[in-house]
């Protein structure tokens, strides 16, 4: 008999917190169900598989690291819009270590808020990009780069892969800032006008 007042939206909110606790590679649907405290046959209502249940993960994850995102960008502009973005990003992946990596999963096209979810996280970058007067395909490049130094940043962190003597908190503060300096020096495509 399912349980009373279980849904999808309760299923997946439960999965985040035990990913969380345990980690996503050992999320599973029998510790899911377990935790639940329904038959793992009763998930099924609820999600369709492992796959469908990751994916909604996902979505859950990348709108809350947006909306994040956005609060942290708020007001804010330049190196302090960038810096404020960043901590925001490396503070998600701190509280959420197992949610987190869900974050990097393509959204599914069939699901138009984790497109949405998605895009949101991706605007956030792109609106301080225009700051440093970044357009067009660079920005697309400096996205890129930027995701690429926060993600790789925090998972290697996770990791516990920075044995060096210099405080990590440190190294971060220093990724920032020279983010902001390639930024403020990027390249400028010259197809595009410079909108300064």
Known sequence: MPRAGLNKQVVVREAARLADEVGFDRLTLAALA????????????HVKGAEALAQQLSALATAELADEMTTAAAGRSGEDALRAVAEAYRSYAHRHPGRYPTTQRV???ADPA?????????????AILRGYDI???SAVDAVRMFRAAA???????????FGLPREVDRSFDQ????LSVAFRRWPRDRAEPSTA
């Not at 497109?115 to 792109?126: K, P």
């Open 107 to 109: 959204p599914d096209p």
């Open 175 to 178: 990724m920032i800032t020279a």
């Open 135 to 137: 357009h067009g395909d």
């Open 114 to 126: 984790h497109l949405a979810a998605g895009q949101r996280a991706v605007d956030v970058v792109y």
């Open 151 to 161: 993600h790789g940043f925090v998972s290697l962190e996770a990791a516990g892969d």
């Open 34 to 45: 377990n935790r639940l405290g329904v038959a793992l046959p009763s998930l099924y209502k």
